[in-house]
Every structure is written in C-alpha cells, then in structure tokens.
C-alpha cells in the first residue's frame, strides 16, 4: 500500500499534542525494535508499541487515534526500560488515551466535589489516580 507523507502531516495538530501531553520526543525513535521484544501486551496489540511511535513519526494520526494498543498497554515501563534513546511509550500511550477520551466527549473530566464522603474513603486510590488522569482537564 502507498502512503503519502506530506509535511503538513507529520506537523499536524494530533502529533504536536501528543508530544506536549508525553514530553516525549518521537524522533529520538530510530526503530530498534526492543520495546516491543519486551512489552507483555504485545500479543493483544493491533500496533506494536514501536509501530505506535513510528506512525506518529509519519504524522499518521488516523491510524494511531483508532489502535487499540494505547487501551492494552499496561503502563507498565518495560519499553521505558529497554529502549537504547530513552523514549518512554507509557507516556506517549497515555498522551493518546487522554486525547482519544476528549474526542469522544469533550466534557468528559472529574469533579472530585461530586463524590460522597462516604465514597472518597471507600474508593481505591489507584482507580481515583487514574481517573484524574485520563478526565482531569488539561
Ligand atoms: S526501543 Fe526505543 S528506539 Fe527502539 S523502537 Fe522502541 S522506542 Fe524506538
Ligand atoms: S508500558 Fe505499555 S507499551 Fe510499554 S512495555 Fe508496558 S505494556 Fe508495552
């Protein structure tokens, strides 16, 4: 299959706020292939997490929005880990969950006022963590 590449892509608006939301730089990629050796989610994934970084290489927003990788990726840090350039994928995942959830409903965030005391001290932590996380407003 051919694919076009064209400038405006590769700096469109998607890539740029990936980048912002991750701090990462996807450049530094020079597509070595061991985070996605190492990642234990690899076998669900639609898009190995080097393929995730490639194509937002290549501005490839379209593709990248509708992986299920970024839902399957346990942020667990062994790309991190084992990436020769230091390219974090947990982070770049998370930038996409955040931003995939927006589209889908912009006015998806939390208000913490809107929970019961009762429920704030029955709730599990890492459940509120990642809540913020991916609904908190940017
Ligand atoms: S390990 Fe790092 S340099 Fe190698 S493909 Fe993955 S992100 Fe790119
Ligand atoms: S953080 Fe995600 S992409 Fe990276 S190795 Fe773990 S599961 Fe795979």
Same mark, same amino acid.
């Given at each position: *299959?051919?694919?076009? %590449?064209?400038?405006?892509? %590769?700096? +469109?608006?998607?890539?740029?706020? %990936?980048? #912002?939301? !991750?701090?990462?730089?996807?450049?530094?990629?020079?597509?070595? +292939?061991?985070?996605?050796?190492?990642? @234990? !989610?690899v076998n669900e994934m639609d898009l190995l997490p080097s393929q995730v970084v490639r194509y937002l290489q290549l501005g490839l927003a379209d593709e990248v929005k509708n992986c299920k990788s970024m839902w399957v990726c346990a942020a667990c840090l062994m790309c991190h880990a084992r990436c020769p350039k230091g390219v974090d994928i947990s982070?770049? *995942? #998370?930038?996409?969950? %955040?931003?995939?959830?927006?589209e889908v409903d912009a006015e998806a &965030?939390?208000?913490?006022?809107?929970? !019961?005391?009762? &429920?704030?001290?029955?709730? @599990?932590?890492?459940? *509120?963590?990642? +809540?913020y996380r991916k609904f908190l407003p940017l």
């Open positions: *299959m051919k694919t076009v %590449v064209s400038r405006d892509q %590769v700096q +469109g608006d998607f890539v740029k706020k %990936v980048a #912002e939301i !991750s701090g990462e730089n996807f450049f530094n990629c020079y597509q070595c +292939g061991n985070c996605s050796a190492g990642c @234990p !989610s982070k770049i *995942m #998370e930038a996409l969950r %955040v931003l995939r959830l927006r &965030y939390i208000d913490v006022t809107d929970f !019961s005391d009762d &429920y704030l001290e029955r709730a @599990p932590q890492i459940a *509120m963590i990642s +809540g």
